[in-house]
């Protein structure tokens, strides 16, 4: 079974500009989840989607946003970015077997690499 | 406030030897833990992991300990090899709650020497 796959693997933009990245979760997942890494914070839950509905959020501003698709495919979307935004953002996505309780882990993609000149 | 720590921040260890990465957490609501490995520029490969209800989960070479009351875990990985070498996150939960939002510790560095 293919893993979880992330594009594009690096993107450079500059102050100011928008970018959207994507990601595929492994066949039959429901649920992605995005998290941001960088070397003063560590990895940081962004948000998570399940059945195309926003269902936790992390402590970032209104700029970070996201949606899923019908076929759980996610795309999160950066506006206005800073240079702060420089990071390895990292999709998880897991099968959810038993509804609204999460009991299932989480597997990673392999990352985008954002670097905001 | 780190709900999640890791207050090693390196481990070196002989090959062949035990390797034992702590964890502690603050926040009694997490009843989820795992073990992910990581290498630069990758994504977090999953370890294994372990529920509250349980103080003890082996997979291989790998074994996961859970003291709730300390409020701690540990990962033991015997025996060592190189290709152990990585970065080692813990991650909790509190599935009940917060559904699958991971909450990670800062990362051990691991190395294992030939």
């Known amino acids: ?117 | 406030d780190q709900q999640v720590k890791q207050n090693s921040p390196s481990l070196s260890v002989q090959e062949g030897r035990i390797s034992i990465l702590n964890c502690d957490y603050t926040n009694s609501m997490f009843d989820y833990f795992l073990w992910y490995k990581k290498y630069p520029a990758e994504g977090p490969t999953f370890l294994i992991s372990i529920s509250s209800i349980k103080d003890k989960n082996e997979d291989g070479r790998f074994t996961v300990f859970l003291n709730k009351s300390a409020k701690h875990l540990s990962l033991h990985i015997v025996p060592s090899q190189p290709g152990d070498s990585a970065v080692y996150f813990c991650a909790a939960s509190a599935r009940r709650n917060a559904g699958n939002m991971l909450t990670f510790g800062g990362g051990t560095r691991l190395m294992v020497k030939p």
């Open chain 1, 1 to 117: 079974k293919a893993g979880v796959t992330q594009t594009p693997r690096y993107l450079i933009k500059t102050r100011g500009q928008q970018v959207t990245l994507s990601c595929s979760p492994i066949s039959g997942h429901r649920s992605v989840s995005w998290y941001q890494q960088t070397p003063g914070q560590g990895l940081q839950f962004l948000f998570e989607y399940f059945s195309e509905t926003q269902r936790n959020k992390g402590n970032f501003p209104g700029r970070f946003s996201g949606r899923q698709f019908s076929n759980s495919r996610s795309e999160m979307n950066v506006s206005t970015l800073e240079l702060g935004d420089s990071a390895l953002y990292l999709c998880a996505s897991s099968l959810v077997v038993a509804g609204v309780s999460s009991t299932d882990t989480q597997y990673f993609g392999p990352g985008t690499r954002l670097t905001v000149l």
